[in-house]
Every structure is written in structure tokens, then in C-alpha cells.
């Protein structure tokens, strides 16, 4: 039987007793109903992964004694999904939690002309890239950067290729025939309006390579899937 695993930063090269937070204690205790000598795996979300085991527990505290120490190495592809907020919040924290259970290295919210929600709560994003990582049982956690315009991100961060995925009849190419990228990608989906033909002439002319994701017209959150799906896995 697998064992359970749970966040803990930061976990140290060294072996020893530390203490849960008061959250994941309780989850623990109250919830799997572990007790002293059960075993976990503990993860930072920086590649550090902890085999520890219990020594004491309470309702809202729980001490455990770190057994060994491994460091996983990063091997997924460095993608970035940069992906416009939607109104409707759950959906796009929904999309969120399957990227980083695909293990999409960094999601931005992007914001465009038409998008309609700016401001995301930073510390429920981060809960939710916690969970996908301990559920889907990874060492390295999903980055959320803060909220970036298109301007800022195409002039910030270089990346080895990028991708504007938009609905307009334009010249596109199938992402799903592109041969796998050597380095870094970002991958650009727009709001649920779209992105405006002079976001995309400027993202074009900033190294841009505009890709259809089928025939079919996605969601915001859906076409981010698809295209993780095709990038990332």
C-alpha cells in the first residue's frame, strides 16, 4: 500500500523530529486516523521527499521523526501556461489543479483586454497546486506567478518557443504536430472573448507562433488543457 503523502516546507538535509503544521496535523489525526509508528511521505514542493513516521499526535499537533531524505530531480518539461482568468472562479481553479496534476511547471493568469477577473486570491491558488501535488503523489509543485499582462510577459521571460492559441480564421498551425520543443515553452490561451487581433499581431510579432488546438471551439480552461496535454505529458 502506498503511503500517504503531505506537504511540509521547508524540509532540510538532516534527519530529525519537526512538527506538522497545526493543518496538516489534523488531517492526520482527525481525518486517516494515523497514530504513533505510521508511516508518510513528506514533500516541500522544491524536489525534497521525506520518509518520516509518527511519534506523537494530538488533535491539532502531531510531531514526526523524518526517516530519510531523497532529492528528486526535475524531469518535467518546462512549460508555461498562460492562461486569461474567467468569471466563473471555480472553473479556472478547477483547470488549475489539473495542470499541476499533469505537472505544469508554472501557470500565469494572463491578463488581456477582455478579461473579465484581475484579481485572484495568491494563497488559495497556492492550496490548490498543494493538493494536485500530493494527490498525484510529485516532489516538484506547480508554480503560480503572479497576474502578468500580455505586453509584460512577452517582454519578460524568454522562452525557447511560444504559442498563441485564438479562434480567429488566420493562418494557424496543429500544436498537436509539433515536434516537441529542446527548452522552455510558453503557451498563450485568451479570455473567453478571445484574445483582440492587435494582441495577437503583437504576440506574432514578438515570437508568437499562433496554433489551433482542432476544430472544435473550447473553453478558456478546457483549450488550456488540451494544450498542456500536448506540451507537458
Given at each position: 500500500m502506498d503511503l500517504p503523502f503531505f506537504y511540509h516546507h521547508p524540509l532540510t538535509e538532516t534527519e530529525g523530529i519537526v512538527d506538522l503544521s497545526e493543518e496538516t496535523a489534523r488531517h492526520v489525526v482527525s481525518v486517516l486516523r494515523m497514530h504513533a509508528g505510521d508511516a508518510m511521505i513528506l514533500v516541500d514542493g522544491q524536489g525534497t521527499m521525506a520518509r518520516a513516521e509518527i511519534v506523537q499526535s494530538a488533535?491539532?499537533?502531531?510531531?514526526?521523526?523524518?526517516?530519510?531524505?531523497?532529492?528528486?530531480?526535475?524531469?518535467?518539461?518546462?512549460?508555461?501556461?498562460?492562461?486569461?482568468?474567467?468569471?466563473?472562479?471555480?472553473?479556472?481553479?478547477?483547470?488549475?489543479?489539473?495542470?499541476?496534476e499533469m505537472?505544469?511547471?508554472?501557470?500565469?493568469?494572463?491578463?488581456?483586454?477582455?478579461?473579465?477577473?484581475?484579481?485572484?486570491?495568491?494563497?488559495?491558488?497556492?492550496?490548490?497546486?498543494?493538493?494536485?501535488?500530493?494527490?498525484?503523489?510529485?516532489?516538484?509543485?506547480?508554480?503560480v506567478a503572479s497576474p502578468c499582462s500580455l505586453?509584460?510577459?512577452?517582454?519578460?521571460?524568454?522562452?525557447?518557443?511560444?504559442?498563441?492559441?485564438?479562434?480567429?480564421?488566420?493562418?494557424?498551425?496543429e500544436l498537436r504536430g509539433e515536434p516537441p520543443a529542446s527548452g522552455s515553452v510558453l503557451m498563450l490561451i485568451g479570455p473567453e472573448g478571445d484574445f483582440t487581433p492587435g494582441e495577437i499581431g503583437s504576440a506574432v510579432a514578438a515570437g508568437c507562433i499562433p496554433v489551433s488546438l482542432g476544430t472544435h471551439r473550447l473553453r478558456t480552461e478546457t483549450a488550456a488543457l488540451v494544450a498542456s496535454v500536448i506540451l507537458a505529458i
Open positions: 488533535k491539532k499537533r502531531c510531531s514526526v521523526r523524518i526517516l530519510s531524505i531523497d532529492r528528486q530531480a526535475d524531469t518535467r518539461r518546462p512549460v508555461t501556461v498562460a492562461v486569461s482568468p474567467v468569471k466563473n472562479t471555480a472553473r479556472y481553479e478547477w483547470m488549475l489543479e489539473k495542470l499541476a505537472g505544469v511547471t508554472c501557470v500565469v493568469p494572463l491578463l488581456t483586454e477582455r478579461t473579465v477577473r484581475e484579481r485572484m486570491r495568491a494563497d488559495r491558488l497556492q492550496s490548490i497546486t498543494i493538493s494536485a501535488m500530493i494527490q498525484s503523489q510529485q516532489a516538484w509543485m506547480t508554480r505586453s509584460d510577459l512577452l517582454t519578460g521571460e524568454k522562452f525557447s518557443r511560444k504559442y498563441l492559441a485564438h479562434c480567429l480564421p488566420d493562418a494557424r498551425i
